[in-house]
């Protein structure tokens, strides 16, 4: 437990620590690019979530939910090598399509029932960013 709130406390710290050497420029974009890739993913995740709806008999008709991402809302790093720490943030959401009948809840439109804001957490080991 110690050794997670010291690495809280420096990641912390380094989110915090004033101004930007050349290094930690290179770190930053390198962490845009890795956002970026990150974003992808989770899109493309999203996408197979679509496809893999599973439809429920309702008493009003049919509904199928799936998670859904939105765009990038944060992107940023700090430090330099292997103490770098970077952080983004995106919106998930849980979409719901409904119908009457299992084609016209087919072809509804999704509907946000819940949406919740992410934050994640990585950190840099000197090569490529960790989860």
Same mark, same amino acid.
């Not at 890739?37 to 008999?57: C, D, G, I, P, V």
């Not at 790093?77 to 409904?98: D, F, H, I, N």
């Given at each position: ?101 299992? #084609? ?15 934050? #994640? ?11």
């Amino acid at each position: 437990m110690r050794s997670c709130a010291f690495a809280l406390s420096v990641a912390l710290a380094l989110f915090c620590a004033p101004g930007a050497t050349r290094a930690g420029e290179e770190i930053g974009e390198n962490f845009r690019r890795f956002c970026e890739s990150w974003m992808e993913r989770l899109h493309e995740q999203e996408k197979a979530n679509r496809r893999a709806l599973e439809w429920r008999a309702t008493p009003d008709g049919f509904e199928a939910e799936y998670v859904g991402y939105g765009p990038l809302l944060r992107c940023e790093a700090r430090g330099e090598g292997s103490t770098a720490v970077g952080k983004l943030a995106y919106e998930e959401y849980r979409y719901r399509q409904k119908g009457p009948t299992r #084609e016209a809840a087919e072809a509804a439109r999704p509907e946000i029932v819940d949406a919740t804001e992410v934050t #994640e957490v990585f950190r840099y080991d000197g090569s490529k960013w960790a989860y």
